[in-house]
């Protein structure tokens, strides 16, 4: 079995500020990492997903991660967040690249002018 | 392409009666997955299709739940009969097949039982 942990439940940062969201995650095999967005009244989207290669994965919208298997985490990054990145954003695993994706609790990034 | 379509948006509904909630996923995906988003719980995969198939609903919470995808176009999920601690928001989402690695998500049903 496998579980996603969000450190943070909320993160509020002034806009142009750099954010980091973190995620750990634990697996006894290999898994596949994603980062999801939602934004309000509306569903998931994905921004980025690290499958293999690389262990720096960019995404949509300026934002990247970087899979550390030692410290079994993959944390998103941005360098100069916008208002509009106000949203809830999602860690989440899964065993064989599929779509049965265990998530973390979410965190909420706040961008305040 | 629409994306995934949810309908209703909305549902409220007393305890006791039956709800169903409906999914469109996108055409020629051949893959369909029903989340629950909670307060408490967060995110949860309760059951999925292949090829119009269950696969696997180990993620359904009781047996009051039930899904069906009578054809590749088309899938509800059924409370009955419905408690107030089913109140939350359902996603479906959809992908081309089982090993594609982006789920395409719907808006979602916010389910309100009172």
């Known amino acids: 079995a496998q579980s996603v942990t969000q450190l943070d439940s909320q993160v509020p940062v002034f806009e142009e500020a750099p954010v980091e969201l973190r995620c750990n995650y634990s697996s006894s095999v290999s898994v596949y990492l994603f980062w999801y967005v939602q934004y309000p009244n509306q569903g998931l989207q994905l921004l980025l997903k690290?499958?293999?290669?690389?262990?720096l994965v960019k995404g949509i919208n300026g934002f990247e991660a970087e899979f550390n298997k030692s410290q079994t985490s993959f944390h998103l990054r941005k360098p100069s967040v916008h208002i509009s990145d106000t949203a809830e954003y999602f860690c989440a695993v899964s065993r064989n690249a599929g779509n049965m994706l265990t998530f973390g609790g979410g965190t909420r990034l706040m961008v305040k002018p | 392409d629409a994306g995934v379509i949810q309908s209703p948006r909305h549902e409220v509904t007393e305890m006791g009666q039956e709800v169903t909630l409906r999914c469109k996923p996108i055409?020629?995906?051949?893959?369909l997955f029903w989340y629950r988003q909670t307060m408490m719980r967060g995110l949860e995969l309760l059951i999925y299709?292949?090829?119009?198939?269950?696969?696997?609903d180990s993620g359904m919470p009781e047996d009051r739940f039930s899904a069906k995808m009578p054809n590749a176009s088309f899938s509800t999920l059924k409370i009955q009969p419905s408690e107030p601690r089913d109140s939350a928001v359902y996603f479906c989402a959809s992908s081309p097949t089982l090993e594609s690695t982006e789920a395409f998500f719907g808006q979602g049903t916010r389910l309100t039982v009172v």
């Open positions: 299709f292949n090829n119009n198939v269950p696969i696997d």
């Open positions: 690290y499958l293999s290669g690389s262990t």
């Open positions: 055409s020629g995906h051949n893959s």
